[in-house]
């Protein structure tokens, strides 16, 4: 795992927009995993930036990483409400290019099957965006999901509830299902960028760079990705014990990126 530091969140915006600009450079139709909640807005923001100053998205395609099961049809906090205001209409994607698992449908077990078919018609994903949820999941693949999961569904943890309590009214409206991508979907994409900001997720980005491999941590999964990439600020980076070591060991992928570290 290549594990760039950066000093803060906006920096890890600008590290991330890079890394999805480099890949749409030379594959202009690239198909995006897309994560939604707070952390990847500093990316999508950089990225609607340069969409505005002539960088062209609009053959990409975009797949979510989960959906809530059971809220209202339009209602602003489902993912696909989320995306459309975060990605597809900033970025300039096209409708039937942005995927998003049906949580609404009647057959939940046959939208995951879809979903998957979706995701291997449109050749794999090139470039997952992750978040990183402070038990450490990832998706809403909360702790002792299967290592080999697919895409199915899923109870939130009460932590990962009350986590997401912010972005409603009431706690209580926080649904209690989702669809999610398994954490073999995951690790079937051909380049996995985790990012984690903030003191909040130092104990989880620990644990996923420097724990060992769990389902207690299912974030850990990613130490058997064939590409993984953590971009973090300073805050989320707090409890690494090899600081110097990925300081010294990444400054070639910071570099690429065309990011300084911040040690
Ligand atoms: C979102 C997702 C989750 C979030 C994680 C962190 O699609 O799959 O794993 O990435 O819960 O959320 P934030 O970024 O809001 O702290």
Known sequence: ?????????ESVGRAAATAVEQLVTHRPDAVLGVATGSTPGTTYRELARRVEGGLDLSRCSAFAL?????????????????LDRTVREPLGLR???VYVPDGGASD????????????????GI???????????????????SSLRSQTRVKTLSPRTRADNARFFDDPDQVPRLCLTQGLA?????????????????????????????SAMWPGTVLQLHQHATVICDEAAAGQLTLRDYYDAASGEAARELGVGTAG
């Open 108 to 123: 939940l077990d046959q939208a995951c099957r879809d979903y998957e078919a979706a995701i291997e018609a449109a050749g």
């Open 185 to 213: 979907t995951i690790l079937r994409s051909r380049h996995a960028v985790l990012l984690a900001i903030g003191e909040k997720k130092a104990p989880a980005l620990a644990q996923v760079v420097e724990g060992a491999l």
């Open 95 to 97: 409708a039937d290019r």
């Open 126 to 144: 090139d470039l997952q965006l992750l978040g990183l949820g402070t038990n450490g999941h990832i998706g809403f693949n909360e702790p002792t």
């Open 66 to 82: 989960d959906e809530y099961v059971g809220i209202p049809e339009g209602h602003p906090e489902s993912y696909r409400a989320v």
């Open 1 to 9: 795992m290549d594990v760039i530091v950066v000093p803060d969140g």
